[in-house]
T-cell receptor
Framework: AQSVTQPDIHITVSEGASLELRCNYS??????LFWYVQSPGQGLQLLLK??????LVQGIKGFEAEFKRSQSSFNLRKPSVHWSDAAEYFC????????????FGQGTRLTINP | DVKVTQSSRYLVKRTGEKVFLECVQD?????MFWYRQDPGLGLRLIYF???????EKGDIPEGYSVSREKKERFSLILESASTNQTSMYLC???????????????FGPGTRLTVL
């Protein structure tokens, strides 16, 4: 069965600083990988996803993520954060060939210092 | 734009009450899902449905049931609410897998349920 670990429960960065959120997954075959963001009081919004091909994936709001099969990781990055990026971020893995059943990580809460 | 709506943003119920949480999607998606979200645990799948009148248990189905009589509507039912069911409940929908599918789940805003 697949599983996802987000090692950082809470991260604080200064506005304008770079950001990396970690995600490690466990799955024996080709994974489908997702990053979602949840702003306070809102549902989840898809930031980006990886199915196959180029291991560096571009998403919305200036985010990108890199799939590293050797490390079983799918870390989310942003070169310069904005105060509006403060939110909770969830990594999820789905089973090939479909992603109907997603397994989510515990989430990482991001706080932005002015 | 895909829209997933949930009937209530906040709900307060008493122990033992029967509770209905409603979810409606407007994109003709085959798949619909119910999750609960708790701090430190992320999202956990309760039930999902891949077609009208079809359902499958997720990871934590105990104490819950679901109903899908129409394609656009997926209901979560707490037969006898208990305090440990106090949580945020999120509904999602997605198109079926297959060539050209995005396999993306679209989420509603959530219902925060408090059971007293």
């Amino acid at each position: 069965a697949q599983s996802v670990t987000q090692p950082d429960i809470h991260i604080t960065v200064s506005e304008g600083a770079s950001l990396e959120l970690r995600c490690n997954y466990s799955y024996g075959a080709t994974p489908y990988l997702f990053w979602y963001v949840q702003s306070p009081g809102q549902g989840l919004q898809l930031l980006l996803k990886y199915f196959s091909g180029d291991t560096l994936v571009q998403g919305i709001k200036g985010f990108e993520a890199e799939f590293k099969r050797s490390q079983s990781s799918f870390n989310l990055r942003k070169p310069s954060v904005h105060w509006s990026d403060a939110a909770e971020y969830f990594c999820a893995v789905g089973a090939f060939p479909g992603a109907q059943k997603l397994v989510f990580g515990q989430g990482t809460r991001l706080t932005i210092n002015p | 734009d895909v829209k997933v709506t949930q009937s209530s943003r906040y709900l307060v119920k008493r122990t033992g009450e029967k509770v209905f949480l409603e979810c409606v999607q407007d994109m003709d998606h085959e798949n619909m899902f119910w999750y609960r979200q708790d701090p430190g645990l992320g999202l956990r799948l309760i039930y999902f449905s891949y077609d009208v009148k079809m359902k499958e248990k997720g990871d934590i189905p105990e104490g819950y049931s679901v109903s899908r009589e129409k394609k656009e509507r997926f209901s979560l039912i707490l037969e006898s609410a208990s305090t440990n069911q106090t949580s945020m409940y999120l509904c999602a929908s997605s198109p079926p897998s297959g060539p050209g599918s995005t396999d993306t789940q679209y989420f509603g805003p959530g219902t925060r349920l408090t059971v007293l």
